[in-house]
Structure formats: C-alpha cells, structure tokens
C-alpha cells in the first residue's frame, strides 16, 4: 500500500482573478505533490475557491451578475490559470458545492449545541475589503493595517468562544515543532497572538445574504466556519459528519501551504475549531513567504500588480515555475520583476540546463551519429559525474521532506554545472580526434546522458513540460525515482532529434517587447 499523502492550499477568494503572488502558492504545493507522487506517494492534493461574503455580492451587483454566476466564472478563471501553469490538483473543491454546504451547516449547529458558539452583539471598526472587524491596536491614522476605509458597524453575532481550547492549542504548538512552519511562524503566533487571552470570534453575519445560512434565518455563516472546512469537507464528510473512506485514508492533512498573512487563521481558529468538533489537527501548517514585485508587496493601488497571463505572452510556463520555485527562499520573501525573469530563464535554464543538453546530444550526433554505447570513462578527470549523482536523489528528498523546494532544485542545478564542467575538462572534442581515446570518448558521452536524465527525472516535480521534453530527447522510458538509485539505468541507444529548451533573451530587445505588450 501507497503511504497517504495530503497537501492543500488556501482556497482563492473568488472576488477577482488571483495575481502572480496568489499563484505561486499552487505552483510551490504543485511541485510538492508531483515530487511525492513520483517518491512513490498516494498523494491528494486540493485546492478551490472561497465564494461567499459581502465582497463578492458586492461586485457581482456592480455587474449586473447574481453572486453564483459571478464566483462561476472567477473560478472557471482561476481553473484555467491554474492549468496554464501545470497544477495538478487531484481535487478542485469550491465553497458553493452542494456537499460542503451541508456539512458547513451541521458543523455550525454542532459547536453552537454543545456551548462553543453563542449569540451576542459585535460592536467595532469593519473593513469591508478585509471583511473583518480590525481591533484598535491596528488601526492607523483611522484606517485599517492595509490603509483601507472602515466602518462603525454593530450587528448581532454568532461568537465562538475561542479561550476555552488556548491551553491546549498552546501545547500542542510545543509538543509538535513542525506544527507551524517555518519556525518564525511558530514564534510569531506564540507571541504576537497567544501570549494573551484570544477574544471570541464572530462567526456569522446579518449585514449580507450571500453565505451559507445558519439555523438562525437572519444569519449567514461568516469565512472562519466556512472556508477554513473546505479541508475536510473535500475529503466527503456529508452532514452526519461521519468519517468517509477518503477522510480515513487522508486525515490528517500532510501539510495545509498557506500565505504567511493568513496563518494565524490556520494555526488559531481552524486548529481550535477541530478541537472542538473532536478531530485530529494538521501535521503541519507552513506559512509561505510573499512575492515581492521590485521588493514591494504587490497591491493594485500601487499598481505593481503582475498577473500570470501577462508573463505567459512572454515567458515558457517553466520559466515561471522554475522562477518562483528557485528564486522565492524557504522563509523569507522573494522578488520578481521582468528583468530578473529573463536573467534567470538565460543563465539557469538556457545556459546551465539548455546549453548542457544542446551540446550533448549535438556531439553525440556529430561523433556517433545519435548513437549512444553504454560504457564509462576511464581516466580521473577532476568532475567524476557518477560521484556527483550518486546522493542527488537522497539530497533532493532531504529537501523536499522539509518543504524547502528552492533548495532541493539547488540539488539538481549544481549537478548540471558540474556537468557542463565535465564536457570542459573531458574535451570531447579532443578525444574524437584521438584514434585510441575512442571508447573513451563513448564513456564520456555515456556519462552526460546519463547524468542529464538522472537530473530530469529529478526536475519532472517542478518544471515538467521541460523534463518531459529532456527525456523524450534522449529517448529513454527509464524515468522513475528507482531508476536513479544507481548510475547506469540508460541503456545503448538512439538519440532523437535536439530541440531548444529554452530561448536566450536579448534582455533590452524582450523589455521591449513586454513593455509594447
């Protein structure tokens, strides 16, 4: 039997098309779930739309649309980004599904039963583009922590009494470290949120209509109760709240990839809210860093904002995934811009990767006609590329194993430099002129294409169209992680035809053309 394993993101909020930042998040747990597939993993991956409250309603009215046609086609929009750039989710679960619906509702009924949720009355400042009550001590100069506008509001309210589950929360935080991750994260929650009493949470709204109705007619269940359970509703709990064959096989989750500023929801609310309906928590909630654009949080008022399809006309869809996946660091924030997109596209994945393979398939065309002799190389050259492979796939899964993904395609990317470095110290070229260096030069050659199709089975978790081409080019069927364990699973054959994997950009000719649109 496979091992079970789990990964969700934060469900998209469906008031409009996700930016380049809101992206990176489905790529980076993409990558995640296409390694453990390949490790040998029955792997669920979920990932979806929130679709309800006053935001929406309110943009869906500025359109002329009811709320459900609205979220129909942002989530059809989002369905398609996420096509664009590869994520392959196993499941795309959506807040105004029939079932999640049902099982929202006997949730809510459930913990206002057994005394954890109560009527009262909200007083406060709202932020209506935050859709929350902002406390005093986040308020500036009259606005909210994101400069938006509030409101005096005061409404009848469902509250969740959060204090009654802390202690425990606390110390579950304490005996499990990877709960939160990185481990910033986990400092941050204990001091910043926990180290005083949590207030009650309001959990229901009377002020809009477009949510999912509580058994009190006047209110909607608000976003904690509704969102945060689309991780177990998309397992196929229904109302009885029995647990399905698919929520024994994946409960608990691996890892729920979350943005950074949504972490105290996944590490407060969600965790206290399956304590109280007496269900196991999540291994691990990791709070991934932001994407910057020109180190500034993107923002629409700024208008900084780069949306994927805007890079697409541009760039290769791996360039991207290879961009955020190497480029943003494992606990702190990552910059993207234009420029830097052609600077990595032209050293990493022209030079490094493109031109390793280029010149490798282009000598084995012109010394032996595409034709490829299993043998090794004899002499001691200063790369030995069986020593540089032999640890990678162990190297790579370290990584993986702790979510550090732009290390892990570090593993790899330093294999090919040394790769490159062996075609420099070996002097194919040499040896082709050299009558009794001959089975020499068959080893060399041998040894590139071995080591390039080591790398791509390594690189199909994170830029997999460009794998996929790398392995059709030295036409070989052998790529499972089990036929990397040992140098020399390539057997004798034919080359196919080389392709360009990636394109080298004049950088001021492409700002240019990106400029031009």
């Known amino acids: 039997m496979k091992k079970p394993f789990y990964i969700s993101t934060a469900i998209a909020y469906a008031s ?3 930016h380049v930042g809101n992206v990176y998040e489905a790529i980076l747990a993409d990558a995640i779930a296409r390694f453990k597939r390949l490790d040998g993993y ?4 979920q990932t979806g739309t929130d679709e309800h409250g006053q935001k929406i309603e309110s943009k869906a ?3 002329g649309l009811d709320p459900k046609t609205y979220v129909d086609q942002i989530s059809d929009e989002i369905k398609r980004i996420y096509a664009a750039v590869g994520v392959s989710y196993d499941h795309f679960i959506r807040t105004t599904d029939e079932r999640h619906y049902e099982v929202v509702q006997a949730i809510f009924k459930k913990l206002y039963d057994q005394g954890d949720i109560y009527l009262g009355k909200y007083a406060g400042w709202y932020s209506v583009s935050e859709e929350s009550f902002i406390s005093e001590k986040d308020i500036v100069d009259g606005k909210g922590p994101n400069g938006d506008e509030l ?8 509250f969740f009494d959060l204090k009654k589950y802390q202690a425990r929360l606390i110390k579950h935080i304490e005996d499990n470290p990877t709960f939160i991750l990185p481990e910033t994260r986990k400092n941050e929650m204990i001091n910043n949120f926990l180290s005083e009493p949590l207030q009650d949470l309001s959990v229901s709204r009377t002020s809009f209509k477009w949510g999912i109705p509580t058994f009190n007619e006047k209110h909607v269940t608000y976003v904690w109760i509704d969102a ?3 991780y177990i509703t998309g397992l196929d709990l229904d109302g009885s709240l029995a647990p399905s064959d698919k929520f024994k096989t994946f409960w608990p989750a691996d890892i729920h990839l979350i943005g950074k500023d949504i972490l105290r929801f996944h590490t407060i609310y969600w965790p206290i809210m399956l304590m109280a309906l007496g269900i196991e928590l999540p291994k691990t909630v990791f709070g991934h ?3 910057l654009i020109d180190k500034s949080k993107m923002s629409k008022s700024i208008g900084n904002t780069m949306y994927v399809d805007d890079i697409l006309k541009h760039f290769k869809k791996d360039t991207l995934r290879y961009y955020v996946l190497h480029e943003i660091p494992y606990a702190a924030d ?4 234009y420029e830097l997109l052609i600077e990595r596209n032209n050293t990493d994945l022209a030079n490094t990767l493109g031109n390793l393979v280029n010149r490798t398939i282009g000598m084995a065309n012109k010394y032996r006609g595409g034709l490829i002799t299993k043998a090794n190389t004899q002499k001691t050259y200063e790369v030995s590329l069986v020593e540089a492979t032999k640890s990678l796939l162990q190297d790579v899964r370290s990584k993986m194993d702790q979510y550090k993904v732009s290390d892990a395609i570090e593993e790899v990317m330093k294999v090919l430099r040394l790769a490159n470095k062996f075609i420099d110290v070996t002097e194919p070229w040499k040896l082709f002129k050299d009558e009794s260096a001959q089975s020499e030069l068959d080893g060399v050659l041998y040894e590139l294409i071995e080591t390039i199709r080591i790398t791509a089975v390594c690189l199909q978790a994170f ?3 460009t794998a996929e081409n790398i392995l059709n080019q030295i036409n070989t069927d052998q790529r499972s992680f089990d036929s990397i364990l040992t140098f020399g699973a390539y057997q004798s054959g034919k080359l196919n035809a080389p392709e360009v994997l990636f394109e080298r950009f004049n950088a001021v000719e492409k700002l240019e053309e990106i400029l031009k649109g």
């Open 289 to 291: 860093p932001w994407v």
């Open 61 to 63: 009215a500025l359109k």
């Open 16 to 18: 409009a098309i996700p």
């Open 463 to 465: 830029i997999p169209d």
């Open 151 to 158: 409101v005096w509001t005061e409404e009848e309210t469902f």
């Open 334 to 337: 990552g910059n993207l811009t």
């Open 42 to 45: 029955q792997v669920y991956f």
């Open 228 to 230: 945060l359970t689309n």
